[in-house]
């Protein structure tokens, strides 16, 4: 099967964070069979997500595929520990996912 | 078939919203308006200096029309998480707001005003009890922690809110509360499917973020009965679809699916929707798995200091080029001059946008760009060392030397005077856990108030 930009498949890709410690990032599918080409395409997978934000596997802490919903849900515990003032995290939207190519 | 409808005219009180949707709204007949009022997403700094996330202003202006059309129709009003972050003293805040709606009205407004601050010496005795639990991936709680936190409340279930409705109050205003309680609260109080209440005020608390067009700035209308409910928007403009309520259904959770919260998990995974018409989803299936032990979430802050900002450009390749070096010599230099950063006891922080200021080092692709605004961000214990030291900081960056360098008037293009902003004291999270209790209400005190104009 050909490469396909996440960005043609998708119709939601965002991140937003969920309480204060975790950001959460969500791929909604416009229908079934766009959602289980994906699914069973097997690319979006915590090594997928581990080597795009050049993190650790156990950093991702959740990878979900929510059939009903067409979507894939996965969340990561830390943001940015390094960059961060102590624990103050701002409210993050959208932006912070990669469109790289599946 | 029993029906109960609630009124959610907008994603988050203050947001503004159409009084077009509330009137279309208002023609539907709902048991009850229910509006959100705060949140953790704007970080501790509400909670920690006692302030809202949205002024004065919008709160009176969205809240009057709420008003009124609550008592005009006879249903309860339901604010939940008053004032932003649901304090004490923000509630109090949201009561001298009606308080001024009420005289202005001239009406009676009887209100219950649950109160949700937490004392720390309760909570240390839980603590000392074993009976506090970090919730996802908060550190473990310390004595230190509890003893550093200067402001906490207790995110309060459903069960305050239902003496509250069995008081027949006209309007609830609810301090720090579990998002979904404000809609789910008459569903629940009329006995319909637990599931189902949870599910809809999941959806509902954040307006017409679900809907298409999505947004907090306008509302929905929620019909629950006994085997499903129903989602519609109230401008024409928008509609629900099963993808945009499928969605919100993730929206800001931790896990798709399970959704934990005061009292028990709701589970979607059995979930289903389908669409009812052009503008309506109908979702059935929502499950509500009571949990053994009843929690409550806990939030607290602890000051950390004071902060001083500062925003400059950068244009010049050769520094574009050799930035990470030049900001690694600035630092340096900062310490060698402030004992302060190098003992660690103030901080200072660089951020390069037009780099990596969005992704820091979860960013993957570079390439070299024609620009990078840089922000300098110092916390320090005094607002005045804060300020000392980003100037300094600035000052060093303005002239520092560098290879290549042709630009020797200065390095930076600074885009206002004076250049550095004092942002005042900073605020972390210290507290962000789960604690059991024997009794939903332990935490949570009411108290009746009638505001306005007495009845004859």
Same mark, same amino acid.
């Given at each position: 099967m050909s490469k396909q930009p996440l960005k043609d498949l998708a119709q939601v890709v965002r991140s937003k964070n969920a309480g204060p410690f975790e950001i959460t990032f969500d791929m909604i599918f416009p229908d079934q069979p766009t959602y289980e080409r994906v699914k069973t395409s097997n690319v979006i997978t915590k090594e997928t997500i581990a080597n795009l934000y050049q993190?650790?596997?156990?950093?991702?802490v959740e990878l979900v595929y929510f059939d009903q919903a067409y979507a894939i849900n996965f969340r990561l515990n830390e943001l940015f520990p390094q960059e961060?003032?102590?624990?103050?995290i701002p409210m993050v939207h959208s932006s912070t996912l990669h469109f790289s190519n599946l | 078939m029993k029906e109960i409808r609630i009124l959610?005219?907008?994603?988050?009180?203050?947001?503004g919203y159409p009084i077009e949707s509330l009137e279309y709204g208002l023609a539907q007949h709902p048991h009850a308006i229910s509006v959100d009022a705060g949140s953790t997403d704007g970080g501790p700094h509400r909670l920690g200096m006692g302030v809202?996330?949205?002024s004065r202003y919008a709160t009176k202006k969205d809240l009057k029309p709420l008003v009124i059309a609550a008592k005009k129709h006879n249903i309860p009003l339901l604010i939940g998480?008053?004032?932003?972050?649901?304090?004490n003293l923000r509630v109090q805040w949201t009561v001298d707001i009606l308080k001024e709606i009420a005289e202005e009205e001239n009406i009676e407004l009887t209100i219950a005003a649950i109160y949700a601050d937490v004392s720390k010496e309760w909570l240390m005795t839980k603590w000392e009890q074993g009976k506090v639990t970090s919730v996802g991936s908060a550190p473990l709680l310390t004595e230190q922690a509890i003893q550093d936190t200067t402001a906490l409340v207790g995110q309060m279930g459903v069960e305050p809110y239902l003496e509250a409705l069995k008081e027949g109050v006209d309007i609830i205003v609810g301090g720090?509360?579990?998002?979904p309680v404000m809609t789910a609260a008459l569903p629940l109080f009329h006995r319909m499917d637990p599931g189902l209440s949870w599910h809809i005020g999941k959806i509902l608390?954040?307006?017409?973020?679900?809907?298409?067009?999505?947004?907090?700035k306008d509302g929905m209308i929620g019909m629950i009965r006994d085997d499903h409910f129903l989602v519609r928007p109230l401008h024409p403009s928008r509609k629900c679809t099963i993808q945009s309520v499928a969605a919100h259904t993730l929206y800001?959770?931790?896990h798709p699916y399970l959704l934990p919260g005061p009292g028990g998990i709701l589970d979607l995974s059995q979930c289903k929707f389908s669409q009812e018409d052009e503008r309506t989803v109908r979702v059935t299936g929502s499950q509500f798995i009571p949990s053994s032990q009843y929690e409550i979430k806990l939030e607290g802050v602890r000051p950390s200091g004071y902060r001083t900002v500062l925003v400059a450009g950068v244009r010049d390749p050769f520094f574009i080029h050799q930035l990470e070096t030049i900001i690694e010599k600035v630092k340096m230099d900062v310490a060698d001059y402030f004992p302060e950063i190098e003992s660690s006891e103030a901080k200072l922080y660089f951020k390069y946008y037009g780099l990596n200021?969005?992704?820091?080092?979860?960013?993957k692709t570079s390439s070299e760009p024609l620009e990078v605004g840089i922000v300098i961000e110092v916390v320090a214990p005094k607002q005045e060392l804060a300020d000392s030291i980003c100037a300094y900081a600035r000052s060093v960056l303005m002239h520092i030397d560098y290879e290549g360098?042709?630009?020797?008037?200065?390095?930076l293009a600074l =885009?206002?005077? =004076?250049?550095?902003?004092?942002?005042?004291q900073v605020f972390e999270f210290s507290i962000y856990h789960t604690v059991a209790v024997d009794?939903?209400?332990?935490?949570f005190t009411m108290k009746r108030i009638t505001l306005g104009r007495r009845k004859p």
């Open positions: 993190i650790h596997l156990e950093d991702i961060r003032l102590e624990n103050e | 959610s005219p907008q994603g988050m009180l203050g947001y809202g996330g949205v998480s008053a004032g932003g972050s649901g304090a720090r509360t579990y998002d608390e954040c307006g017409a973020i679900a809907a298409t067009p999505g947004t907090a800001e959770k931790s200021g969005v992704m820091g080092p979860w960013e360098r042709v630009s020797t008037a200065g390095n =885009p206002f005077a =004076p250049p550095e902003f004092s942002a005042g009794d939903p209400l332990e935490l």
